[in-house]
């Protein structure tokens, strides 16, 4: 088998997707915004897992534990491109200081977000269900 395709540089660029997740922002002529999504990284899917685990000794015992809620927010607010949940002037017009408090009030109808956390599942190759995904990220 010929290795020279895996080689660094080999691998297809993934393109930013579109979708209308909310129908509540609208453009100028009235149509509903569509929001960019990009695929993130294993690395930095890691890196969210690791962020959102906590670790508590207790009577010399390891316990850890994990905010699957907070992943998922996690997950997609690195997969949107735009809107931009990390952008300070967005943050401040919502008066939050936390992109994951700022997403859950942008996307505020329960079917908007769990839309929104399905699109960024799918779109880093998460075919299964986001419980899946977070059951798989706990072990």
């Known amino acids: 088998m010929d290795m020279s ?3 660094k540089g080999k ?11 909310t129908k509540l922002f609208e453009d100028e002529e009235g149509q509903p915004i569509p ?16 962020d959102c685990t906590t670790i508590k000794y207790i009577k010399g015992q390891r316990i850890e534990s994990f905010d699957r809620d907070r992943f998922s927010c ?7 491109v735009f809107p931009d949940f990390k952008n300070a002037e967005l943050l401040q017009s919502y008066n939050c ?3 994951v408090d700022l997403a859950k009030t942008v996307l505020n109808l329960g079917g908007e977000y769990t839309e ?6 799918r779109i880093n ?5 986001i419980e899946d995904v977070v059951k798989e990220a706990k072990n």
């Open 5 to 7: 395709v895996f080689m």
């Open 11 to 21: 691998a297809k660029q993934l393109p930013e997707e579109e979708k209308v997740i």
């Open 35 to 50: 929001f960019k999504f990009k695929a993130i990284t294993t690395t930095l899917i890691d890196k969210l897992k690791a």
């Open 74 to 80: 996690r997950i997609g607010i690195e997969t949107t």
């Open 97 to 99: 200081i936390d992109p």
């Open 116 to 121: 929104w956390i399905q699109t960024c599942s």
């Open 125 to 129: 190759g998460f075919d299964d269900t």
